[in-house]
Structure formats: structure tokens, C-alpha cells
């Protein structure tokens, strides 16, 4: 009887796990073909001065517009593209795409001061990857400037050697660079001290329960001091309330980014919410 029970734990789970991996390679067929098919479209956010209230960057975050599943979140593809290496083709694409989109709006006028690309570790240590990116720069006459490329923490723990070389080439090449997910890394705080980074994002779920929650009241203001000891920026991100704005811009962090300022916007509602922003900023002072 044990044995039978035993037998049909092991059936049970077998089948399930074949379920598991059959769902794993129709969703690795498909986003093959989503890259051929180019079925990918970019969001961005805007990153806000609490200072001034003005955009003055833009997070890039990339969807798949799939015919078939609708329209899918990263979280649901991101690491099996990590995996299976499909990143390095996605990563590719949305590197060039975000610099085009950003020298439109550039030369519209419009453009804030960066783009913010999320890079995963794989793409980034990729031997191509600066060569690769000093050639999207140059085809698509993106400022160096204005790329930000973030990478989270537990990343930068990875092969540390390796990860300076190209910290350290980007940073020649006028690319900044931001940690994100600071704070969920474990890692230790001392290559704070010695990569060439410029911005800490504080994650979101720090900042989802202040100011209630005495710990993480006691976390993002210890993560604000700490990156203006440094002189680094510091951006919270899942940022929804006006409760957690007003917390945040009291312990002097300057940029925010979340719902409440602004949804995830294709590429037609940001050109929009960028020319709202700039006829209101230059209405508002013509009235000062
Ligand atoms: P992330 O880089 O930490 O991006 C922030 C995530 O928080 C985004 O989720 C954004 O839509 C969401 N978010 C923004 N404001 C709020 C808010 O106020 N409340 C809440 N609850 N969430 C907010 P999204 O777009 O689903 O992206 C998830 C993750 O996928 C990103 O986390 C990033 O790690 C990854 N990702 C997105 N685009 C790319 C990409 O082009 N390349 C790579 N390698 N990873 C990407
Ligand atoms: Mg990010
Ligand atoms: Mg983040
Ligand atoms: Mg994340």
C-alpha cells in the first residue's frame, strides 16, 4: 500500500512536471518565433525630479504583443531568455530600439535628459556587448550620454574582474550606470566603493510599505543617506501613493518613478506625456 501511494506521488508528479516542461518549450517556440516576428514593443516610465516636476528620464521596459497570449509581461520571459540565450537577440533589439526612440524624441525636442535600458547579466557579459553597443550608438547617432544601462546587484557580484573591464569601458564611453533592485542582492556594500556606478534604485518593495512600516522606513532612508554620502542619485521605484512620495522626498530622495506619476507608456502616449509636461512647465512659468 505504501508502495502503491509512493507509486502514484511519483505519477502525479511526473505528470505535472511533463506539463511543466511541455508549457516551457511551446513558451521557448514562440518567443523564437516573436523575435523573428519582431512582436516586441517598448514601454517607458517616467523617472521624476521631486525638485523640479519634471521628467527627467525614462526606464525602458520591453512587452510582447503576441498573437496568441496577448499582451505578455517580461516577468513572464525575461529568464527563460536568460537561459536559453534568446536574451542576447531581445536585449539587442531593445538596446537599438530605445536609442532610436530616443533621438526622435531628441530631435523633436522633447527627450529628457536619459533612457534607462535594463540589461541582464548574460547579454552584458557577452563579449560583444560594448562593441556591439558603441555600434548601435553611433548608427543610430544616440548620445552616449543619455543611455543608462541598469543591472541588478546579485549581477555585479558575478566575476567581478570581468564586470569592472566593461563597467569601467562604459564608463569611458560616457554610458552611466544604475544598480537596480538595490537592497536585494545580500551582497556585500563594498563594490559600491569601486564600480563606476551612479544610481542606486531603491526596489519597490522597500518602498511599497513606508511609511508604516518601521523597517522599511528604516531601509530606504538608510539607502537614501548612504547614496548621498557616496554622491550617488538615487531613484525609488513602485512609487504609488502621495504618502510615500511625500516620505521619500522628506528624507531627500530626488527622483521617483511609479504609478502614481505615470503607468508604463507605449511610445505614442509618451511622446504625449512628454509635451504635456513641457507646455505646463513653460506655462507655469511664464504665470512665476
Ligand atoms: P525592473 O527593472 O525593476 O522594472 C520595474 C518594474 O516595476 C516594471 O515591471 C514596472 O512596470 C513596474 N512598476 C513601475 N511602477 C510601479 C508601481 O508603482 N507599482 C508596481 N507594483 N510596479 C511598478 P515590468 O515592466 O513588468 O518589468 C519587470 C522586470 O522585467 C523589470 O524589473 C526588469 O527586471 C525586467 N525587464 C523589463 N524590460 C526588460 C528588458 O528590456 N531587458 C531585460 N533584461 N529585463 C527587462
Ligand atoms: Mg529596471
Ligand atoms: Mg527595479
Ligand atoms: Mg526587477
Redesign the pocket.
Known amino acids: 500500500r505504501a508502495k502503491d501511494s509512493g507509486r502514484n506521488t511519483y505519477e502525479f508528479f511526473t505528470a505535472e512536471m511533463q506539463q511543466m516542461a511541455m508549457a516551457r518549450l511551446g513558451l521557448e517556440r514562440d518567443l523564437r518565433f516573436a523575435i523573428e516576428r519582431q512582436e516586441f514593443i517598448l ?1 517607458f ?1 517616467p523617472q521624476m525630479s521631486l525638485a523640479t516636476n519634471q521628467v527627467v528620464g525614462l ?4 512587452r510582447w504583443e503576441s498573437g496568441t497570449r496577448g499582451l505578455v ?3 513572464e520571459f ?1 529568464g527563460l531568455a536568460e537561459e536559453n540565450g534568446q ?1 542576447l537577440a531581445l ?1 539587442d533589439w ?1 538596446l537599438k530600439r530605445a536609442c532610436q526612440q530616443y533621438v526622435e524624441w531628441f530631435n523633436e525636442g522633447i527627450a529628457p535628459g536619459y533612457i534607462a ?4 547579466g548574460r ?1 552584458f557579459r557577452s563579449a560583444k556587448f560594448t562593441s556591439r553597443l558603441r555600434e548601435i550608438l553611433t548608427e543610430t547617432k544616440m548620445p552616449a550620454r543619455g543611455l543608462e544601462i ?1 543591472l541588478t546587484e546579485s549581477f555585479l557580484m558575478e566575476d567581478q574582474e570581468a564586470v569592472m573591464r566593461t563597467l569601467n569601458e562604459l564608463r569611458e564611453m560616457g554610458v552611466t550606470l544604475s544598480v ?2 538595490f537592497g536585494t542582492g545580500y551582497s556585500s556594500l563594498s563594490y559600491l566603493k569601486r564600480f563606476p556606478i551612479s544610481t542606486l534604485k531603491i526596489d ?1 518593495s522597500f518602498v511599497q510599505d513606508v511609511p508604516g512600516d518601521d523597517e522599511d522606513v528604516a531601509i530606504v532612508s538608510a539607502i537614501i543617506r548612504m547614496a548621498h554620502a557616496l554622491k550617488l542619485d538615487v531613484v525609488a ?4 501613493t502621495a504618502e510615500q512620495q511625500q516620505f521619500l522626498h522628506k528624507q531627500g530622495c530626488q527622483i521617483v ?4 506619476f505615470s503607468r ?1 507608456l507605449n511610445a505614442d502616449e509618451c511622446g504625449k506625456f512628454l509635451r504635456k509636461r513641457l507646455e505646463e512647465s513653460s506655462s507655469s512659468s511664464q504665470i512665476a
Open positions: 514601454h516610465q526606464e525602458v521596459l520591453v509581461s517580461p516577468a525575461i536574451i536585449g531593445v535600458v535594463n540589461v541582464s547579454q541598469e537596480d533592485d519597490k521605484e513602485g512609487v504609488e518613478q511609479g504609478f502614481l508604463p
